[in-house]
């Protein structure tokens, strides 16, 4: 927020705009989704203080975060990083990115390295840093999952500079805290270092509570 002259792009692929400024409120004001939307009238003092503080940081980082929505492609993306000076790409997330021309008899991998051509000449011509998002199986071998996760998307192992996998620790302890449940980020590749975090993650306010990083 105190950055104004950083630019970010976020590509929807899978949300709207509006349920992504709904989370965002969720996550500033530490607000449940119920409370956004119940009438100010209705809401303690605190409470309305917490949503218009929320939505002031939004208005302030609006003026500098655009939106693409579906259907996100790799040109739609490209000419609004351009016409904006945005200097962060997100695609949240990668597997709904569609191809900017679909060929006849192309397949699954085609398409998504297409895409990922497409983001890393961004991020090479453009000086951008591009966030990938992946969706993941559920459950992963933590032998094979860079295989599992990539299965369509091979590219994005190779060419990525950091990957980190997320993956919620059911059984932990710190799952029992109310409202949360423990996510660790398994840092599978960085060009500088590994380092893992683990993080209690409360879904009622679309936000990490607290969290330890560890080598």
Known sequence: RTNLDLKVVWGLTDMTKKAMVQRAIQCISGLTLPKIRTSPDLLSKDDNESRD?????????????????????????????????????????????????????????????????????????QDCSVIMISSTPKRIDPKTRIMDCFRDTGGAAFDADIIYFGENNEDSKSAEVAGCKTVTWH?????????????????????????????
């Open 53 to 125: 503080y929320a939505m002031q940081v939004l208005l302030d980082i609006g003026q500098r975060l655009t939106f693409v929505e579906a259907p996100v492609t790799s040109n739609r993306i490209k000419s609004t990083v351009i016409s904006t000076g945005a200097k962060i790409c997100v695609i949240d997330y990668l597997q709904r990115m569609m191809p900017d021309v679909i060929e006849e008899g192309s397949n699954k991998t085609a398409h998504m390295d297409h895409c990922l051509g497409g983001l890393l000449q961004l991020s090479q011509q």
């Open 187 to 215: 840092c599978e590749k960085h060009r500088e270092g590994i380092t893992h975090i683990s993080a209690n993650f409360d879904g009622s306010v679309m936000r990490y509570v607290d969290g330890i990083t560890y080598e």
